[in-house]
């Protein structure tokens, strides 16, 4: 049984838990400059569901959200003069999820943290 827990403690750690709750990360904005970017999850088994709220206050929902072991992805909605949609995907280590924010059809990819809020 203290074979289990040690396994179970490792692979959490290793790969991470479901990023339940609030996480905040300063990510590329349009400039390049930092923007506070803050992520509200829930996770039903594989779904992962909440919004994102960008610099700008505004608020959006998650959509398409999956959870597959340490991974997650997601997609938002963006009105900038038109639907644009930002695609995340994430791996979960320790206590960060790195992510990577791509702009559909732009090819543009940009890397950034996020952590947990306390």
Known sequence: MRTLAIFLAVGIACCGAPPEGKWEADAPGMGGNPDKTTFEFQVDGDILKGNVTLAS??????????????????????????????????????????????MEGMGRKVEFTAKPVH
């Open 57 to 102: 206050g505004t608020s959006y929902a998650i959509e398409n959200g999956t959870v597959s072991g340490g991974d997650i992805s997601f997609h938002i909605i963006v009105k900038m003069g038109r639907d644009t949609k930002l695609i995340y995907t994430g791996k979960v280590q320790n206590d960060e999820i790195r992510f990577t924010r791509e």
